[in-house]
């Protein structure tokens, strides 16, 4: 049973920095692309940023870019999100989900998913 779980949100002042952490268990993280999405009250689900199995390959929303960093620690089977420079449009429940592919996933390739942790930014 893969476990994926999400830590680290909160609420902040807009300008403040938040680090989100995605523990999983139960699979061989380093064989797995690990994405990050965001989801806002009244909105669909969109995509924030992905990091390849090695962590050599990062992808990002634009709207993010520059702010947000994508990283991973294998030997920790866990993934992070470090966000700075917060805006009140950043505000939305934050999920990391795993994909079985070594590379940039698309939407479809992830599989496993985490309930979420709560981002709020007030501005």
């Known amino acids: 049973q893969v476990q994926v779980v999400e830590s680290g949100g909160g609420l902040v002042q807009a300008g403040a920095s938040l680090r989100l952490s995605c523990a999983t268990s139960g699979r061989d993280f380093s064989s797995y692309a690990v994405g990050w999405f965001r989801q806002a009250s009244g909105t669909e689900r969109e995509f924030v940023a992905a990091?390849?199995?090695?962590?050599?390959?990062?992808d990002y929303q634009d709207s993010v870019k520059g702010r947000f960093t994508i990283s991973r620690d294998n030997a920790k089977n866990t993934a992070y999100l470090q966000m700075n420079s917060l805006k009140p449009e950043d505000t939305a429940v934050y999920y990391c989900a795993l994909a079985p592919t070594l590379g940039i996933p698309i939407l479809l390739e992830y599989d496993s998913w985490g309930q979420g942790t709560q981002v709020t930014v007030s501005s």
């Open positions: 990091i390849s199995a090695s962590g050599r390959g990062k």
